[in-house]
């Protein structure tokens, strides 16, 4: 029976892990950088109208997340993993947890297997970093636990669906692509130099073919996904008469 298992253990004590602050350190050293990088683009590339909302739209998507609180909680009683974001949290069922990644992530990354994924690290690779940025993190031991936990959960509860199966994140994805697509479109259209100068002349028209055709991909893609989970969501209705 689906959920018999989140009650077991009961005098086992709950463990959480959260970033240290080496690594919010680095996070928010990082998301400086980018959004310093995102104000050169917007004052060389484009109408200086954009500068200001742009810098701050890029400061509020980076900053905030290295200044908030973040926990990862693992409760093994009430079957579940409890993943915190400031005074946001989702409570993951254990049985719903497809990996955990520590070991070559600079942070932790947490996939469920119904395609929703939580990255608490400032970097996508980690191998690079490790040569010469020596320091703890705060999600130590925390992928063999969770790992250990989850497998133990699915093991009780085997009902639940394969990986990406009814996934509630298809069309929402999709449609995201869509509009980072369309976005990339019209920022390759609006790239004008802000000063003379054959070097921003070719930067403005490298920026232009770059972001226009990883825009039209990026919407092209979104496209056929979104039309793949319309399609899958249509043909999972039962029939009239299976009503």
């Known amino acids: 029976m ?3 298992g989140r009650q077991q253990n009961p005098g086992v004590l709950p463990e959480s892990w959260t970033p240290s602050w080496q690594l919010r350190a680095v996070g928010a050293l990082r998301s400086a950088v980018t959004v310093g990088g995102t ?12 500068l200001v909302p742009g810098t701050v ?3 509020l998507l980076y900053l905030p997340r290295w200044l908030m609180s973040a926990r990862v909680r693992l409760d093994r009683a009430r079957g579940e993993l409890a993943i915190t974001f400031g005074w946001w949290t989702r409570h993951v069922p254990l049985d719903r947890i497809s990996q955990v990644d520590q070991v070559f992530r600079f942070g932790a990354v947490i996939a469920t297997r119904d395609s929703w994924t939580y990255r608490i690290s400032p970097f996508r690779k980690r191998r690079r970093l490790e040569r010469w940025l020596r320091m703890r993190t705060g999600f130590e031991g925390m992928e063999l636990t969770i790992t250990q936990a989850a497998a133990a959960a699915r093991a009780e509860n085997p009902g639940w669906p ?3 199966a009814s996934s509630p994140v298809g069309v929402l994805g999709a449609c995201l692509l ?6 990339g479109v019209v920022l390759a259209a609006l790239v004008r130099p802000q000063a003379g100068g054959w070097l ?5 028209d490298l920026l232009t073919a770059w972001w226009g055709i990883v825009g039209a991909v990026i919407g092209i893609i979104g496209v056929w996904l979104l039309c ?3 399609t ?11 009503r």
């Open 228 to 230: 793949r989970a319309v």
């Open 39 to 50: 104000y050169a683009v917007l004052w060389f590339f484009l109408p200086h109208v954009f």
């Open 162 to 164: 394969a990986d990406g």
């Open 57 to 59: 739209l890029s400061g």
């Open 200 to 204: 921003l002349r070719a930067g403005a």
């Open 2 to 4: 689906k959920g018999a």
């Open 232 to 242: 899958r969501a249509v043909s999972a209705r039962p029939g009239p008469g299976l």
């Open 178 to 183: 869509c509009v980072l697509g369309a976005a």
